[in-house]
């Protein structure tokens, strides 16, 4: 079933939403480039994909005849990652899922984790602006990935 899902992947990802833009950001118009050459390649913001399955889809858009270098796939699928990886739950995720998924430094994923064993579950982004030590600027453009 993964499999399959996986080779429909490419058509379903960029066709199931309404065109959008996608957000600013290191990668960006390497993404519209590459991926736009087929596809408005802002309807990904749905999707919540591992590494490894933005990597399979990446691969099998390039196999399909994306046009790009490998140097640009990297840079696809770094973006990809970044802006529509796993969403992370805030108030169960362990501080070192939190580092890695949501590229944070190790003591920014503690204050969290510090911040909601004393003060109880997060409920919005608003209440993670209040938690001292945590940059929440890098958290920003990637909270549609965050989940409470």
Request: hydrophobic share 40%; glycine share 8%.
């Amino acid at each position: 079933m993964r499999a399959f899902l996986l080779t429909l992947a490419p058509l379903l990802i960029w066709h199931a939403l309404d065109a959008g833009e996608l957000p600013a950001g290191k990668g960006k118009e390497v993404t519209d480039r590459v991926c736009g050459g087929c596809h408005e390649a802002g309807v990904v913001a749905k999707y919540h994909n591992s590494k490894e399955d933005w990597q399979s889809i990446v691969e099998d858009m390039k196999a399909r005849g994306a046009d790009g270098s490998e140097e640009d796939f990297r840079i696809v699928t770094a973006y990809l990652v970044h802006f529509f990886g796993p969403e992370i739950n805030v108030n169960k995720a362990p501080a070192q899922e939190m580092a890695a998924q949501l590229e944070l430094t190790s003591p920014e994923a503690e204050a969290i984790v510090n911040y909601r064993s004393e003060k109880g579950a997060f409920r919005s982004f608003a209440d993670l602006k209040k938690v001292p030590g945590l940059d929440v600027s890098k958290l920003e453009p990637i909270q549609q990935r965050i989940v409470y």
